[in-house]
């Protein structure tokens, strides 16, 4: 069987630029060991079918080697992943601002033996259910001194206290949902920079691979696919994407906001509103929408709650107060922004009768109110179980958030164990492609000696 030396050149010639290909593959699969967001490139040589050529100086057929650069990346995987940041990104942000509101409210809870949220062994020593506690034993000291000057001072002093604390909470809520909308302006701005660089990202996709230059592209989809879960994390979406032309959207709640490598519409926020160009979105996931929901739901709740308590608390104690219903009264206000003790020391009456002013019948009606049962339930009790409500929705919160996040963390290692590099695999790859290399090399060698030797003999 004859050999076509010339052409065993050129073959052995392609072999040597494949095999180097491939030693430089893996060395960019161990330099990128540590990068959590490369995909590790699988190498696939083959050879073509052989190929039939006219006769003359080359002569014979000959076959073609082939060398393909790919990876392992799951599309479903990755989209998995982008779906769990978008719930760990609105539980993440819920849990972090649920945190500020339970140390606003400056109670003490813990677990009971079922696992259930329950107030503090000192529940009472602390924020309101301190002041609450602390004007109800000022007002049983008065009434033991219905005369004493002192006992009159610390019931106003007392009464002033828990309206400081009152209000304090409410100014504490305002300033806190002015903070969060500080906040959800720092995440659209995120977010309008993330879409440039999706849109930039996926025009130079389609210009790497169109002349498949895929180690190019290969970075972009990678780099794209970390800005999708940057993204997510911030504000949930839906992607569109087909292999024709590389099209790709992005859109939210069915407003397209990125279309074939172009942003389609600015994200922006008016302290109320969230839009896209003019049309209003409303975020069910990631971070933004757990910003939304505690500012404008989970805080109007507390809110309403404290404001029910408040004009409970007012309506009671000075329907007590008013014994001769002549409008005495020692607080007025039905919310936490109006609440107020309007009784001072010339004023402070602890007892009903115009003969007798030093008695204390008016005071201990205020004091019976303590264990008054409005609703099934003490002002202190309601103020306990709104705590409590309060407390069981924040570890319910941080319950769905650990849960998510081993959800992720699984996914996360599902994908790493398919794409992730292994050093002890690319070393074996290294060390074959190594082999290949200089065994080419040899034939190189081998073939110029014959040549050689072809050569002397003529």
Request: charge should be negative; hydrophobic fraction near 40%.
């Amino acid at each position: 069987m004859s050999v076509n030396l010339n052409q065993s050149l050129y073959n052995i010639a392609d072999a040597l630029n494949l095999h180097s290909r491939a030693i430089e593959v893996v060395g960019q699969n161990i330099a990128n060991a540590n990068n959590p967001d490369y995909a590790c490139r699988k190498i696939r040589i083959s050879a073509s079918p052989t190929m039939a050529i006219a006769r003359g100086s080359k002569g014979g057929t000959f076959g073609v080697l082939d060398l393909r650069v790919v990876t392992e990346r799951n599309a479903i995987v990755d989209h998995q992943i982008v779906r769990s940041d978008m719930r760990v990104g609105r539980l993440a942000s819920e849990a972090e601002n649920n945190k500020l509101l339970e140390s606003m409210l400056g109670e003490s809870f813990q677990l009971n033996a079922q696992g259930s949220v329950e107030a503090g062994d000192d529940f009472v020593t602390r924020g309101m259910a301190y002041d609450i506690r602390q004007f109800f034993n000022a007002c049983s000291s008065l009434g033991a001194m219905p005369t004493a000057s002192s006992e009159k001072l610390n019931v106003i002093a007392k009464g002033q206290d828990l309206v400081d604390s009152v209000r304090y909470l409410g100014k504490r809520f305002t300033e806190m949902q002015e903070n969060l909308s500080a906040k959800m302006a720092e995440e659209v701005n995120q977010v309008n920079l993330i879409l440039k660089e999706i849109a930039l990202q996926t025009q130079k996709i389609n210009t790497f691979e169109m002349p498949d230059d895929l180690d190019k592209a290969f970075e972009l989809r990678e780099n794209r696919q970390a800005n999708l879960e940057k993204l997510a994390k911030l504000l949930n979406f839906e992607v569109t994407e087909t292999g024709e032309n590389n099209f790709f959207k992005i859109s939210v709640g069915g407003i397209d906001i990125l279309e074939c490598g172009k942003v389609k519409g600015t994200l922006t926020f008016d302290g109320t509103h969230l839009r896209i160009g003019t049309q209003e979105i409303h975020p069910q996931q990631g971070s933004m929408a757990g910003i939304l929901y505690v500012k404008d739901t989970r805080i109007a709740d507390m809110r309403a709650d404290l404001n029910t308590w408040v004009n409970n608390f007012v309506t009671h104690i000075n329907t007590a107060y008013d014994m001769n219903r002549n409008g005495a009264t020692l607080f007025s206000g039905n919310s936490i922004d109006n609440f107020a003790f309007i009784a001072n020391l010339n004023t402070l009456q602890t007892g009903s009768s115009a003969a007798n002013p030093d008695a204390n019948d008016r005071i201990n009606a205020v004091i019976r109110v303590q264990d008054e049962k409005i609703d099934d339930a003490t002002l202190e009790e309601s103020y306990r179980s709104f705590v409590v409500k309060t407390a069981q929705a924040f570890r319910s919160t941080e319950n769905e958030l650990e849960s998510e996040n081993m959800v992720q963390k699984m996914l996360t290692q599902q994908r790493d164990n398919r794409i992730g590099v292994s050093i002890d695999s690319e070393m074996v790859n290294l060390i074959k492609s190594q082999k290949a290399f200089t065994a080419a090399a040899k034939i190189v060698v081998l073939i110029d000696e014959l040549l050689e030797t072809s050569i002397n003999l003529v």
